[in-house]
């Protein structure tokens, strides 16, 4: 069992920057590939970005390449998310998770993770 727990959401005006991060409980994190979705109210949750257990390859959402970064530390055992020129729809609760599927094409499916954490709230105001 892994556990997950996000940090870092924040109120932040449009144009801002946060970053959030997600801790896991065991050291075997390396072992996983690691995904950030997020849910609006009212939404379905959404792929944002993911990244290799070996952090060569990263992948991301449309609407936010050019600026989200996703990285991890796997000595820490933990994966970030710096968001950079946040928008107003940008406004979700952002779930890290982690999967044991090796293929990329699962990375875009909540449905291929294993764990996920609790989520932490991002609001973006004008």
């Known amino acids: 069992q892994v556990q997950l727990v996000e940090s870092g959401g924040a109120l932040v005006q449009a144009g801002g920057s946060l970053r959030l991060s997600c801790v896991a409980s065991r050291r075997t994190l390396s072992t996983y590939a690691m995904g950030w979705f997020r849910q609006a109210p009212g939404k379905e949750r959404e792929f944002v970005a993911a990244?290799?257990?070996?952090?060569?390859?990263?992948y991301y959402a449309d609407s936010v390449k050019g600026r989200f970064t996703i990285s991890r530390d796997n000595v820490k055992n933990s994966v970030y998310l710096q968001m950079n020129s946040l928008k107003l729809e940008d406004t979700a609760v952002y779930y890290c998770?982690?999967?044991?599927?090796?293929?990329?094409?699962?990375?875009?499916?909540?449905?291929?993770?294993?764990?996920w954490g609790q989520g932490t709230q991002v609001t973006v105001s004008s």
């Open positions: 990244i290799r257990r070996e952090t060569v390859n990263t």
């Open positions: 998770a982690a999967t044991s599927q090796y293929s990329s094409n699962s990375f875009y499916f909540p449905r291929y993770y294993d764990y």
